[in-house]
């Protein structure tokens, strides 16, 4: 029997293909607060931690209005968000096997609600869902899966993070959780420190 009861998964770049839509409406709101026309390539900082601490990194003050700002921006480009193939699949795999299955996301309630739960019928598949004003502090700390490992009773050995960029890794190292990088996607984090590499999401299952 395999030792990982809880699959946990990032959302953006790992359930869902947002990469595009996250960075054209980031460019659009740094253009329009900023006055910046700043390249898409720079702006990849912003994948995978709050948007608040991304604003703010960028310079911006009034981060709570920006972050709205995007929030807004982000409906222009949500036609092209979408599951990336293979994911409805393993999440039924996954269920089919008796694993529980969770989320530990830097959205926040609000975002996960707007983006992911109102627009993709995937919900059901999910026993837990950490958003970050869950946890006292947000990825790349371990506190978000720490709070998600707490509340379902179950030690970091039992549990399997799946997310894209550094920042997940560096959240399950520090919470003692296994790691699989996502490189479905558009993901080039090829050098993180991770357990295990997925290039397509049945390699997960073929290691479980």
């Not at 707490?150 to 959780?177: H, M």
């Amino acid at each position: 029997m395999n030792k990982y009861r809880h699959i946990i998964f990032d959302i953006d770049g790992t359930l869902l293909d947002t990469e595009s839509a996250i960075l054209q409406s980031l460019k659009d709101t740094v253009a329009e607060i900023l006055q910046k026309d700043i390249p898409e390539e720079e702006l990849k900082f912003a994948l995978g931690i709050p948007g608040e601490a991304a604003l703010h990194r960028l310079g911006i003050s009034d981060t709570g209005t920006a972050n709205r700002k995007w929030n807004e921006y982000l409906l222009k480009y949500k036609s092209s968000i979408r599951l990336f193939e293979g994911i409805p699949v393993l999440l039924t795999s996954l269920k089919a096997n008796g694993y529980s299955l969770g989320i530990v996301t830097s959205k926040n309630r609000n975002e996960y609600n707007e983006d992911f739960a109102s627009v993709f019928d995937a919900t059901h598949y999910f026993d837990r869902v950490i958003c970050v004003e869950d946890a006292p502090f947000p990825k790349p700390d371990p506190a978000p899966l720490v709070t998600y490992l707490s509340l379902s009773g179950i030690s970091a050995k039992e549990a399997l993070y799946v997310g894209d960029t550094a920042y997940d890794s560096l959240c399950a190292n520090g919470a003692n959780v296994d790691f699989g990088i996502a490189l479905w996607g558009n993901s080039t984090e090829n050098d993180v420190n991770a357990d295990y590499v997925f290039r397509t999401p049945s390699d997960l299952l073929d290691v479980l």
